[in-house]
């Protein structure tokens, strides 16, 4: 069906039904943060629209502005279609994304090794933490009885994780608006860290693990899901699609593979105690990451073709009546175009967001 005959369709709903839709529709694309949706796309989509080595340079020397503006785009898209927790996460057959989400989630929390015995909190750093899917996760895993502090570039992020962190009357959590290669406390601050796939935006490993070791304490944990190419990764056959993936995700995972993220943590000092890519069948999963996408594994109806189509269909016509800002559709499209690169690039398993590196600050140093 085109999109022309799915709009036909949906002009032809009964008027009651179709202000529903277009009032879910508006709140959930509001895009009230952003004063011209329109010229944030351009601006990022030109930062990001080419990749050689002057405009790559160029754009991790700005990427402390170009990661807020690329979240300040897509966060009304994730949250809509993807939930409120920024990540993948393995998956069992029979189990649904919610599920896996939360399990993968629980995983990361029952390797920080806390002392639950103390009488203080145990003060838990969150890497990037987004608007707060996962730390809400843990923070309720807990039993409430740590502390938990998100580092953020992004303000919206910030501002909607504290929203939601009162709806949940979640009280345990606060939040710290920095670059997470210069986070304002003091050494050994953590009695442990995590990061959800939020360093992929690192223009820097070694920079970002040498900070994260700074402000853990001596002997804790730091649990961490990173992207990192594939043995079946080919240069010559496979950078483009790994370039576009970063243009479009506003992301440095060209030129990163297990083995250099892995020296990356040596260097500034970590022990390495697993090391694993949890989508491998061995590590815990039924299903490649990708395949989340899929019609045909995948258990989310938004990312699914047909969801897409759909959400891209109402995209365009919210737009074309003025019910949607400007730029909706160019952001849907970026968005479609980036996860059909993603399924690409799990097809050939050439990448993995889900490389699992649990590390440890060693108490020898101290």
């Given amino acids: 069906m085109a999109a022309s005959d799915i709009a036909a369709y949906i002009l032809k709903l009964p008027i009651s039904l179709s202000i529903l839709i277009w009032a879910l529709l508006k709140q959930s694309f509001s895009y009230k943060h952003i004063q011209s949706l329109e010229k944030s796309y351009l601006k990022f989509y030109k930062g990001f629209s080419t990749s050689n080595e002057v405009t790559f340079a160029a754009r991790k020397s700005n990427y402390a502005k170009m990661t807020p503006l690329f979240y300040g785009l897509i966060t009304d898209f994730y949250e809509f279609g993807w939930g409120r927790s920024f990540h993948f996460a393995p998956r069992y057959k029979c189990e649904t994304f919610k599920e896996a989400m939360t399990r993968y989630e629980h995983f990361f929390a029952a390797n920080f090794r806390l002392d639950l015995t103390s009488n203080e909190k145990q003060c838990i750093l969150d890497v990037g933490c987004g608007v707060g899917g996962p730390m809400r996760t843990i923070a309720k895993f807990f039993k409430y009885r740590v502390s938990i502090t998100g580092v953020n570039i992004t303000h919206e992020h910030i501002k909607r994780a504290l929203v939601y962190n009162e ?11 920095c670059d997470f290669n210069t986070i304002p406390v003091q050494d050994s601050t953590f009695d442990a860290a995590y990061d959800m796939e939020a360093t992929l935006h690192s223009t820097d490993l070694e920079t970002t693990f040498k900070e994260i070791y700074r402000v853990l ?31 479009l995700n506003g992301c440095y995972i060209s030129g990163r593979t297990a083995q250099s993220t892995r020296e990356s943590f040596q260097k500034v000092g970590f022990e390495i105690l697993l090391d694993e890519d949890v989508f491998e069948k061995i590590a815990g ?22 969801g897409m189509f759909i ?4 995209c365009y016509i919210g737009e074309t009546l003025k019910l949607l800002p400007t730029g909706t559709s160019a952001v849907q499209k970026l968005l479609s175009q980036s996860a059909e690169l993603w399924k690409v690039a799990g097809r050939l398993k050439i990448v993995t967001p889900g490389h699992l590196f649990i590390v440890r600050k060693p108490l020898h140093n101290y």
């Fill in 167 to 177: 709806r949940e009357d979640i009280k345990n959590c606060n939040f710290i608006e």
């Fill in 217 to 247: 304490k001596p002997g804790k944990i730091f649990v961490s899901a990173q992207y990192c190419l594939k043995e079946a990764y080919r240069h010559s056959e496979h950078q483009d699609i790994i370039r576009m993936i970063d243009n």
């Fill in 285 to 306: 999963s039924d299903y490649n990451f990708h395949e989340s996408l899929e019609d045909a594994n995948g258990v989310n109806f938004a990312t699914s073709n047909i």
């Fill in 311 to 314: 959400t891209s269909s109402f």
